[in-house]
């Protein structure tokens, strides 16, 4: 698995986005994920192996850098620091959604063809004990 770039399902919520460190990110599922959902997210996260609109590249390649410096402004713990990186990463969130939004269509047939997935609804994966409600909503399923 390659280290730096794009991957499908990085996380539960979010399709498509720069993942920094690939390796570090299926230590932390493998480490920290309900054991229901460890299979299905290891087997869902993968490269993209499109080249991305520029647009959308960039933006996903700068969220990527906000969010290391982000995490390495919380490890070192200064309040200051913690601060502007918090607003440089919220900015390149906002970047980021606006242009996963602006290119969805695009998005969902790449994701159809590159992926292909069953689990995954707009906006989120389905895992084993859950159960999707009414427009697209996702919530665990009832144990009774």
């Not at 192996?49 to 647009?55: G, Q």
């Not at 620091?81 to 290119?103: C, I, K, P, S």
Request: with cysteine; hydrophobic share 40%; aromatic share 10%.
């Amino acid at each position: 698995m390659d280290k730096a770039g794009f991957y499908w399902h990085v996380r539960h919520n979010i399709v498509l986005e720069w993942c920094s460190d690939a390796e570090e990110r299926v230590a932390a599922i493998k480490a920290t994920k309900p054991v229901n959902e460890v299979p299905t997210r290891l087997r869902l996260m993968k490269p993209v192996l499109a080249k991305l609109p520029d647009e959308l590249a960039t933006a996903g390649e700068v969220l990527g850098v906000a969010q290391v410096a982000y995490d390495n402004a919380t490890q070192a713990g200064s309040r200051k620091e913690l601060a502007a990186t918090q607003e440089v990463y919220n900015d390149a969130f906002e970047r980021w959604l606006g242009a996963l939004y602006a290119y969805a269509p695009e998005l969902k047939a790449l994701h159809a063809q590159e992926c292909g997935c069953t689990e995954w609804r707009w906006p989120g994966l389905v895992f084993p004990g859950m159960v999707e409600q009414g427009s697209g909503g996702i919530t665990k399923k009832d144990k009774s």
